[in-house]
Structure formats: C-alpha cells, structure tokens
C-alpha cells in the first residue's frame, strides 16, 4: 500500500512538472529535450512575492505554477523553423497558428545561460496574444539614445536600433513582460542558485533597454526597487 | 464521341466534387498550419543572415587548448576537490543553471580549483558563453588570490566574441531579439562584473582592505577599456557606486 502512495505521488509530482506540449515530428530529439528541461526549470521555480507590475502581467507570485499556466494557455504546440534566419533562437506566428511556437536550431546550437533563453521563449509566448493584438512592438524612436545620449546600435554591424519595430511603449507587452518576470526570479526566487539569480538580473537590466518611453521606464524601476 | 463526351462530363463532375469537398472540409486550415514561417516571405524583417564585410584580426586568437595540462592538474588534486570538481563537470553537461549543487558545494574552493578552473577557462571553446562565464561567476563570487585578480583582468582583455555562431565573425543579426543576443556574447565579462558587485553589496568592509580596493579597481579599469559598451557602462556604474 505504502508503495503504491509512493508511486502516486511520484507520478504526480513528475506529472505536475510535465507541460502539455507537442512537437512536431520534424523536431529534433536534442531540442525537444532542452525545451523539456528548460520548461522544467521555470516549473520548479517558487517564491512568495512579487512586485505589482508582476501580479498585473502573470495574475500571481513568482512560482513555477504561475509561469507554467502562463505558458500553456498560450502555447499547445511546437514545431521547427529557421524564423527568418540570422541568431533566432524562436519566433511565433500567430496568423498561422496563434498557440505554436517555432523554435530553431539555434536553440541547442547557441550557448545561452538558460534564464536567457526562457525569455525569449516568454517573450514569443507574449506576441501569440491574438486578443492583444499579438503585443506588437513599437517603433523605436528617432533618435533612440541609451542612458549615456548615444545611439542604441548593434555592437558590431553598427546598426542602429532608431525606426526599427523593436521598442515597447508599454510594460505590459513582450519586453516589459519578459523583463518583468526575470527581474521578479532575480529579487524573490527562494530556490534558485546565485547564478540563475545573476543572469536574471543581467539579461532583464538589459532588455528594460527597449522600453522607449521614459515615464514608463521609470514606472517599471520604481516597480522593482520598492517591492 | 458520346463515349469521349460522357468521359469529360464524367471527369469534370469528380474534378467539382473534390473542388467542393475541399472547400467545405473542416480541415482546410490544416492545410495552412502545415506550413512553415519560412515558406512565407513577407515579415517587415526578413533576416537572411548576411556576412559582414569586416573581420577583426585580432580576434583570430586561439586560447591555448590544453587538455592534457587540466587533466594532470585534476588527477593531482586532493579527494575532496576531486568530487567537487565532478560535481563542477557534471553541472556544465547537464546545462542546468539552477543546479542547487551550485550554491551548496561550489561556493568555497581550494586554490588548486581555482587554478583548474583557469585550465578550464582556456580549454573552451570561446563560443560556450554559458560555461565560461559560469566558471567566471565561480571565481569572482570567492575572490581569494592575486591570481583570481590577474584571471579576472584577463576576461577584459580578451578580444570581443562577434557572433554566437563564430566569435572571430561578424554577422547582422534581428534586431527584435539581437540585445539578447549580444549580451550572451559578454557573458563571461558581465559575470564577472555582477560577482563583484553582488560580493561588495553583502561585505562592504572588504574595501577597507586598500590591497583589495585596488585590485578590485584594476579589474574595473581593465572592463572600462572592453571594447563593449555595455561592460564599460556597468564597471563605470560599479565605480561610482563603491565610490572606487
């Protein structure tokens, strides 16, 4: 009896780390398990806060529940593409399918620390919104300056981020989301290590880089120093 | 001719039944599904990846790859390290960043770690981000030794990785996930700033020590000098947060 308990609440346990997701055949086996994997990860996260900014997007604290039932009642499916080339790592495609996501190659292939690749994950998660208008971004202002009054560019090509679709207005939308939850795991994971905690600050204190309006901005610092 | 006659009338009926079938069948947007983002061509930004014109030479710089050198050192280090350095190994294979063992096991190490650590460093390659700057994060959050200083300013020194596919290439990336992106490319240097300042948050009173204050500085004026400006921006914010 005692063994069957066991294995009930072991299945259960495994069961409730599990996401209701489906790949598609033509995915590989090593992408399918790092998704798998990193899915898990966010599912074991758990915490007891979060700032208000949090609770407004995810409708609750930081715990892997949260972020779990985000996710699955956005995304049913997975298949594999090259989402347009170039470094992506995922893309959605809403007017084909607005609860697939399409992940690329580059998922196993580049050598992010795993927090940086959940966000993106999110990040596409948040544009398969159909009801939201997929969150479209904005376009970046002209110019776009950084803290320092120089132009936001591509480290290397030099390109310029001014007049591209690649800014937020709002907190609410994929950037402010994604930055909102990573810098939420950051302060009140209470099981994360220092490192997961380290690249979550790393990779949020950037991404808040492409929220174009100040006052939000702001809005958004306030947010994560006062709670 | 009636045979030919009733074939067509024959032929075009079936052709108009399966046109009819087709249009009314619940499963027509399958069809659709079926397809891939890459098979359409009409996103605002395509972003067929285009080799950039320039190189940089010095970063065709290999680190010196010296296996044999790191498993000398691990076979000579002491049991007790020897476990934790399995441990170490088995945390970077199994890419998982949340490996309680991290904090638990890994967060005191001996000198000779340390300095296989560095073994280590070297024997990656420069496009795994997430292990090297793990081993950074390792030993900037348990600085002991001039040696972990002159490790640290050597991450500023290295030569910028351009690409997560090829450091020594440039590539034009998207720019809807592209700060994502470049910021894994300093990966290891922001580790190292993000030790730091975490280490000077919880122990201020190290600074008192001025041999340790200016250690801590050269590294900070080593980041100043990266050739990024993300690192600069965060040792300067560290410089004048700890007033160094």
Redo the contacts between chains.
Sequence with gaps: MKVFISSVVFAVLVSSNVYALSFDSDVPKSIQE?MN?DLV?IN?ISGTKATPFHIKVFGDMVSGATYKKFFESRITSV???????????A?V?PF??PN?M?LTN?FI????????RM??VY?EARHSETGNSNWG?ATCPRPFL???G?DMV????G?K?EG???CDINYMGSYGSSTIMLKNISKFCS??????K??A???AS??I??ISRPEVKKAMLADFENN | MKTIKNKLILGLSTGALILIGLFFSPYKFNF??Q????DFDF???????KQ?NFTVQQAQQELPFDQQKLSLMIDHLPEADQLKWQTFESIIIA??????R??LELKKLSPQLHQALYEKYNTLKR?????R??IV?LIA?NLQSKDDIEFLKKIYQED?C????DCHI????????????????V?SQ??GL??IE?QLIENPNRLNNSTFRDEILQILIQAENFP???VQ?KAHQLRSRFKL
């Design positions: 790092q994997q990860f074991q298949g594999l593409d090259d989402c347009g080339g170039g470094a992506a790592v893309c495609q084909f399918d697939k399409w580059n292939k580049f050598s992010h620390p795993q927090v940086a966000m993106v990040h971004h950084d803290a320092n120089k591509s480290i290397w090509t390109a981020l591209q679709p690649a099981n994360c290590n220092e490192k997961v380290m690249d600050d790393i990779y950037d991404q880089g492409r | 659709i599904n397809n891939k983002p890459s996103r605002a930004n395509s972003n067929t990846t950039h890419k998982n960043d949340n490996d309680p991290i904090d496009e795994e981000h997430n292990s700057g793990f994060f959050r910028p351009l690409s997560l596919s440039a590539l034009e990336d998207d720019p809807h996930h592209n700060s994502t992106n470049q910021m894994t490319l990966y922001m580790s993000y030790s975490k990024v400006i993300s921006n």
